[in-house]
């Protein structure tokens, strides 16, 4: 496997007659959605060594919209420039070599259709869009001429290769022009034969026309006057052949020279391997024709279902052709094939390229017809990855184009060996999961809610679960079964059983071994076990750990909840983020230390992800649930919301995220460092994945269609880019349709024409038209999806949006047809008929009221009115027929014949004639647009129930109508009010619908209507005052309302409707949801109320620590004041603002901050600060006696920190600190010292840990002003604290011998305690110490950059003082060889572990070099490699000598032997460094000699040389030495 980037790219856009080419030299180029992607051919490639010879080089960037032309010059020396045409109305020119736009020119108005670079002109690039404008542009000189030919859509163009001036152009009427452009567009030839679009133009390669055989009838005439227009002169003598193919399925050759058609191939229909195509259906044909240079009797064409031809022209009378790769079964296209472009390679091989509606580019060989290589495309966002467990090169993607990649990265002859799963699928794959043990066995999800099995080894469709989700499938994770599944016997379930979480919120358990048996909704298991009375919170993600032990469940409002099988009994809940989680990931179970698999990293639409240890959880297995409100990482730098996370499988804590500001992020999640950033793709990313066996390589999924495989090391950048968020932004910039002229507003009438407006945009759902819908591939084909946004209802913003049509012209008698081709093919006609004419007509009827009660009265009988004002003749004929009616006792056929024509005679005959009369003229009324005089004519017959039955089916009821209804009986006005619900209803007339269901006593009926149109607020009031209040539909309107609120971000008001449904503890959580400190208060208000004392303790400690960061102490107590049990935490607050105006005070006055906001008796601090604390304590909060110490003291050691890194932020840090300060305070008061010696020893090493150490000497200078012996007599003999306390002492002394020394360098006002000036004061101003303040912020260790150099001489003139002479003699306490052997074992235990791993990653790659290496028989520089690369112990580094690994077995086994041996208590707390205390005191010694006796320098110099086998030690010795 070579280490060249991969990328999967867009597929080639659909329906472009020219969207791909390529130049001699081996250079490919396609038009991917909105950009061009370059392909690499050939030898110049640089692939490995037995794989396909291509490789994805590069991308060119720039246009908006659709890309719809794609040319390369075909000059030899400008193979580096191409040129491109958009939707977006521009042409541009691009520098390959450097992917730059060199020029551009936006002189077309309309959609451009048609682009070309003339081979024969070297500057000359030509045009056409689909109002029939060609545009002539001329790089070199800037120019351009307009053209306008026909006025047509133009579907193609050519321009000749013998001939500079002609150009050939196809339109989509399937008439063929060339023209001349050096006359201005003169037409030279028009070619009349196809009767539909022209897909493709191709010239024939040789002028002339004696290369074809094709017997001609002589006709001299027709030659002269082609086309019945006299030419002069035609201005190619010798003609030239030309090649032309239609969406009519046939091939035409013409004739230049005589204007005519010579030839017509037509299409064989093909019987396709692997399935048929119906060859009616003429929307699924794309005739595209290449005609190769040097086989000028030959013709290259696409045919139905993706084959490809290659016919033979030199027989007239012999349709011959010859299938592309006719034995090799699936080497074709599958689909309709769009472009055939020819390449010619660096050794010479003459390749045809061609892109299809499968998604796929094929490179075939002309010498052979075969297919040499595949490179597979995304059709849609890359929603997920997914690498098999047991076949560990395959890597699974689900794509938005409704096919699931199964990708063998591991193959060594295909790069891009990739298969292709569809069947059954029909929607975009959103969620993949393999099966952990079963190989070939993968899950997937659909953004319809389905969940299915693929067996990836099979050609069987997949089995499909009949239980759906209702919304989206976000996760599929294999987990053990749970009850009801797990209730079974061994064999009659399976070992794992499938868990899928939808866009509902809801987790299903499915049976693999039954997917057509119901699946098994776990929240009622949860419920039942856990007696949880309140709502539920909607699950957004779920994640097992990898031994099946646990399960955790990311929510919707930021919290996790951790399960533990089998009855899913809840553990703990991680309350950190406070939106919607989307990715939870279990560190992998292999680490070098066990503790490491208990870490579990969650990522939100909060850019942050947290890291949470649950070792003491998993332990303890406490009885009742336990809150997590202290992360034990953090991984701070993403900029918008995080959406997938991976740990590294080769490493200790390792993790990359994917996040929506554009980026992929590894980690160092156990130090809090961001190490690379990869910035590769253009879009937001949704996935991430890890190479099981690459330690280096990941891959990557977005929503700009890419998945990329990239090495971690080989990335510029360590973090995200800050600041704005400039994907955002880009992808806002991007969206931005062009500025249309604006349109005069339509007159409006009842009726909506949005099916006539030629934008087709007002079709759209609310969701849809807010974000825009981006086209896949440029077209909205029913093939092709619109992709929607990973983990949200709404989608995202377009990256290509239709654009509307020029403005209408002006209206007249005859229907105006528009032709809209911004997708690049044929689309619905449009027409505006005379409907909208009419609409414009009648515009005077729209008058005041009172002009209109001037009118007279419309007659209820104009037919018989009018019938009655014609000739004497036909008045008297009336006459005659009526009274022989009158006379006659049977009618004959004559006088009823008569009777019927003249139906106005009925006024005057009898009943039945009437009632015909009466239905004529209703008739009449109905078809002139009077329905309410049809009505008054029912009526007046009687029929009631016949008018209400007409106007309900033409939905034409009334007020007025369904009032009348009851003259007709009750069922007839029952049935009538429904009806009228209906109509209104479709009308958009919910709420009056529903007032008529309430009419008819059907009130269930009214509130579903009005429930299932959201409105809730109407529906509640319906209910509330119709129903019983223990219904529980009011209950269920109030949760679905609730729910809807929520999502939409208006949080007070659902909490509200939570309180209506009387569950406070989910009104208590959606209130707390914003996070501010005022919405955390009163939902801890809330909650006490309620009486939920947990939930509101926890909300009222979060509202405390968002009252921190803005430094409210005063709002803060009020906070931690709402619940008793947080009096612990009142105390360790109370002592964290001491300690905060503490280190205030001794900043300087313009640092210190104004904005906050102290209690009175903070600023009141006189004496030690520990009775300054309990002075505080008894005055604010009662407790000074020991039992209340001792209570407290209990309550807070309840509450575990994770320990702190370099990256700890310093708010966190001080609280971490303060509550173990507290605890040692308490500790103290109550007697309790064995706590309190190793409560401040924690605080201390907390300090350490962080580099601060300032707060350290803060620390030691608040609670052990005098130093550690008086605790010493305070603790028993022996103690279990002895330990604790020597680690603290040797702390204090560690911080007294770095003051020291930083005195001795850098003296300062406050050196004077160390050192004091012998003859000469030095000038402070030269040589004060760095503030505080920076040194905190560098966050470096004491000793690293904070501290001297080694070799900086002492200021002159100063000499120690009496106390530091006594601080270095004490110091010897610091050299304790026992602590130095351990600190020793622990390097040499952590160099080995590195060198493993490290030898483990070498040994990986060298076994994929040689596998690679095999297939050219290459083998022995693979094995130089390894070699070469073999790893070095600690022990050989100066050597440079390898270890192999059975000395690295024995170095490690014997010193974990020596670990063991070392006694707990030396192990369980941590030393200052011996040897770094070593160096510092043999500097001070040869700084100031004789202020360190001999003895002690000596015992320095022995631990140095005894235990300094590392590199860092080995150089500071060597210094000490010169």
């Known amino acids: 496997m070579g280490q060249e980037p991969r990328t999967l790219p867009p597929s080639p856009n659909w329906y472009c007659g020219r969207c791909s080419d390529a130049v001699p030299g081996g250079l490919f180029g396609f038009a991917a959605r909105t950009s061009v992607f370059l392909v690499r051919v050939g030898p110049g490639a640089g692939t490995t060594p037995g794989t396909p010879p291509f490789r994805v080089v590069g991308e060119l960037v720039g246009h908006t919209e659709r890309v719809s032309g794609f040319s390369f010059s075909h000059h030899p020396d400008q193979y580096n420039l191409c040129a491109t045409s958009s939707d977006d109305g521009t042409v541009k020119i691009w ?50 001429q307009h053209l306008f030919i026909e006025p047509r859509t133009i579907f193609c163009l050519t321009c000749s290769p013998h ?244 990708w063998n990265t591991l193959s060594i002859k295909n790069n891009y060996d990739v298969k292709n799963f569809w069947q059954g699928v029909k929607s975009k794959v959103t969620a993949l999961c393999w099966h952990p043990n079963k190989e070939g066995c993968l899950a997937f999800g659909t953004d319809d809610g389905k969940v299915g099995l693929y067996d990836t080894y099979s050609s069987k469709p997949p089995q499909i679960s009949s239980t759906y989700h209702k919304k989206t499938v976000y996760t599929l994770a294999w987990g053990p079964p749970v009850p009801p599944m797990s209730l079974g016997g061994e064999g009659d379930r399976p070992s794992l059983t499938l868990y899928s979480c939808g866009g509902e919120g809801i987790v299903l358990q499915h049976n693999p071994w039954k997917l057509s048996g119901e699946a098994f909704d776990i929240n009622k298991l949860i419920r039942d076990t856990n007696s949880i009375k309140y709502k539920l919170p909607v699950h957004t993600e779920i994640s097992w750990k990898a031994d099946g032990r646990v399960m955790a469940l990311g929510n919707e409002d930021g919290s996790i909840e951790v399960f533990q099988v089998p009855n899913l009994r809840l553990l703990c809940t991680i309350q950190q983020h406070h939106k919607l989680v989307n990715a939870i990931a279990w560190h992998h179970e292999h680490g070098s230390q066990p503790e490491l698999s208990c870490l579990v990293a969650s990522g939100s639409n909060n850019a942050v992800i947290y890291v949470h240890s649950l070792k003491a959880v998993l332990e303890s297995n406490p009885e009742s649930p336990v809150t997590i409100t202290e992360p034990y990482r953090t991984l701070s730098g993403h900029t918008a919301k995080i959406t997938g996370l991976a740990w590294s499988p080769h490493h200790d804590g390792r993790l990359v995220s994917a996040s929506y500001d554009g980026t992929a992020q590894v980690w160092d999640a156990l130090r809090e460092e961001p190490l690379y950033n990869f910035r590769g793709h253009r879009g937001r990313l949704l996935c991430v994945a890890w190479s099981p066996l690459d330690p280096d390589c990941i891959y990557s999924g977005a929503d700009d269609f890419c998945v990329y495989r990239w090495l971690a090391s080989m990335q510029n950048h360590s973090r995200p880019p800050q600041g704005k968020k400039s994907i955002e932004l880009e992808k806002k910039r991007l969206s931005q349709p062009k500025q249309k002229p604006k349109k005069k507003k339509k007159p409006t009438s009842r009726a909506p024409l949005k099916q006539e407006s030629p934008g087709g945009n007002e079709d759209e759902s609310p969701k849809e038209s807010e974000k825009g819908a981006p086209l896949e591939n440029g077209v909205s084909d029913q093939d092709q999806d ?92 009336d006459c005659l027929v009526l009274a022989t009616a009158q006379r006659s006792t049977e009618l004959n056929e004559d006088v009823s014949a008569d009777l019927e024509e003249r139906f106005h005679l009925g006024l005057f005959t009898d009943r039945a004639s009437l009632y015909r009369m009466i239905e004529t003229e209703g008739k009449g009324h109905l078809e002139n647009g009077h329905p309410e005089l049809f009505h008054q004519l029912m009526l007046w017959k009687g029929d009631l129930k016949g008018v209400l039955q007409t106007a309900a089916e033409r939905g034409e009821l009334t007020d007025n109508l369904v009032a009348m209804a009851p003259v007709a009986g009750y069922q007839v006005w029952l049935w009538a009010v429904e009806a009228f619900a209906k109509q209104l209803c479709l009308q958009e007339q919910h709420v009056k619908a529903a007032s008529y269901l309430l009419y008819a006593h059907k009130v269930y009926e009214a509130v579903e209507l009005l429930r299932c149109h959201h409105f809730y607020r109407e529906a509640i009031a319906v209910a509330k005052a119709r129903l019983r209040p223990e219904d529980p539909v009011l209950k269920d309107l109030y949760l679905s309302w609730g729910s809807i609120l929520e999502r939409d971000g208006h949080y007070a008001l659902a909490a509200k409707c939570y309180l209506g449904a009387t569950s406070a503890y989910d009104a208590a959580k959606v209130l707390a949801k914003k996070g501010d400190a005022t919405s955390l208060r009163t939902a801890a208000e809330l909650a006490t109320i309620a009486g939920e004392s947990e939930l509101s303790a926890s909300l009222a400690l979060r509202c405390a620590q968002e009252l921190l960061l803005a430094k409210n102490w005063v709002a803060a107590q009020d906070a931690l004041g709402l619940h008793d049990s947080l009096q612990g935490q009142r105390l360790v607050f109370c002592l964290l603002e001491l300690l905060c105006w503490r280190l205030e005070e001794k900043q300087p006055a313009e640092g210190r901050s104004c904005s906050a906001v102290h209690h009175a008796w903070a600023t009141r601090t006189q004496g030690p600060f520990v009775q300054t ?101 305070k603790l028993g003999d022996p103690s279990p604290a002895t330990a604790a306390l020597k680690s603290l002492e040797a702390f204090f002394l560690y911080g007294r011998l770095y003051e020291i020394w930083w005195s001795l360098s850098r003296p300062g006002p406050e050196s004077g305690v160390w050192v004091r000036a012998a003859h000469s004061t030095p000038s402070v101003e030269q040589n004060l110490p760095e503030d505080s303040a920076q040194a905190e912020a560098a966050g470096a260790e004491p000793g690293a950059d904070d501290g001297p150099e080694p070799s900086r001489p002492p200021s002159p003139g100063l000499s120690l003082t009496e106390e530091s002479k006594h601080v270095l003699s004490a110091c010897q306490r610091l050299f304790s060889e026992q602590h130095a052997s351990l600190q020793s074992t622990q390097r040499t235990i952590a160099g080995a572990q590195e060198t493993l791993a490290e030898m483990i990653r070498q040994h990986q790659k060298s076994q994929l070099c040689k596998a690679a290496a095999s297939d050219s028989n290459s083998n022995e520089p693979s094995v130089a490699e390894q070699a070469h690369s073999r790893p070095s112990s600690p022990c050989k580094e100066e050597k440079n000598e390898p270890v192999s690994l059975l000395e690295l077995t024995k170095t490690l086994t014997e010193a974990n032997e020596r670990m063991a041996k070392f006694p707990e208590s030396i192990k369980a707390w941590l030393f200052p460094d011996v040897l770094e205390c070593c160096l510092i005191l043999l500097h001070i010694g040869s700084q100031c000699p004789g202020s360190v006796n001999q003895e002690t320098l000596q015992q320095a110099q022995e631990l140095l040389q005894k235990y300094s086998h590392t590199r860092a030690y080995k150089r500071y010795c060597q210094t000490l030495r010169t």
């Open 95 to 144: 520098d390959v070599e450097t992917k730059s736009v060199v020029t551009e020119h936006a002189l077309h108005q309309h959609t451009i259709s048609a682009l070309h670079w003339s081979p024969r002109v070297k500057d000359l690039i030509v045009s056409g869009d689909e109002k029939g404008v060609v545009f002539c542009y001329w790089l070199n000189r800037n120019d351009s």
């Open 163 to 406: 001939h500079e001036d002609l150009v050939a152009i196809g339109y989509k009427d399937g008439m063929v022009v060339i023209i001349d452009i050096s006359k201005k567009g003169e037409v030279t030839h028009r070619l009349r034969g196809h009767d539909d679009e022209i897909h493709s133009i191709a010239w024939c390669p040789l002028p002339g026309e004696d290369c074809l055989s094709i017997n001609q009838e002589e006709d001299s005439e027709e030659s002269a006057v082609p086309n019945g227009k006299v030419i002069a002169e035609a201005p190619v003598t010798k003609g030239c052949y030309l090649a032309t193919g239609s969406k009519d399925q046939t091939i035409r050759i013409w004739s230049c020279s005589r204007g005519r058609g010579v030839m017509v191939l037509k299409l064989p229909f093909l019987k396709r391997r692997g399935g048929g195509v119906d060859p009616t259906v003429k929307e699924r044909l794309w005739l595209t024709l290449y005609w190769p240079k040097n086989q000028p009797t030959q013709l290259v064409s696409s045919c139905f279902g993706g084959e490809m031809l290659l016919w033979d022209l030199t027989q007239s009378w012999r349709r011959k052709y010859t299938l592309f790769s006719p034995s090799a079964d699936g080497q074709n296209h599958s689909r309709i094939v769009f472009s055939l472009c020819p390449l010619q390679t660096e050794d010479g091989k003459h390749l045809l390229l061609s892109t299809s509606m499968d998604r796929d580019v094929k490179c075939w060989d002309m010498a052979t017809l075969e297919c040499c290589w595949t490179l597979p495309s995304l059709g849609g966002f890359a929603y997920s990855l997914a690498f098999s467990p047991v076949d560990m090169g395959c890597l699974a993607i689900g794509v938005g184009d409704g096919m699931i990649r199964v």
């Open 786 to 877: 619109c992709e929607d946004d990973a983990r949200e209802p709404e989608p995202p913003c377009s990256l290509a949006p239709a654009p509307a049509p020029a403005p209408a012209p002006a209206l007249s008698g005859e229907p105006v047809i528009y032709t809209v081709l911004s997708s690049g093919f044929e689309k619905s006609k449009i027409t505006i008929n005379n409907k909208v004419t009419a609409l414009k007509k009648e515009s005077p009827k729209e008058k005041t009221e009172a002009l209109i009660k001037k009118r007279k009265a419309r007659s209820m009988l104009p037919l018989s009115t009018s019938l009655d004002h014609r000739s004497k003749e036909e008045l008297h004929r």
């Open 1173 to 1273: 604390v309990m002075t505080a304590w008894r005055g604010a909060f009662r407790v000074d006696s020991p039992e209340q110490c001792r209570d407290a003291l209990q309550k807070l050691q309840d509450v575990k920190y994770p320990s702190a890194t370099s990256n700890t932020p310093f708010r966190q840090l001080l609280l971490h600190v303060c509550h173990d300060l507290t605890l040692a305070v308490l500790s103290q008061q109550a007697a309790c010292w064995d706590e309190a010696v190793p409560a401040l020893l924690r605080a201390v090493i907390r300090s350490y840990d962080s580099g601060n150490f300032t707060l350290m000497q803060e620390v030691y200078s608040a609670f052990l002003p005098s130093g550690c012996d008086h605790l010493r007599d």
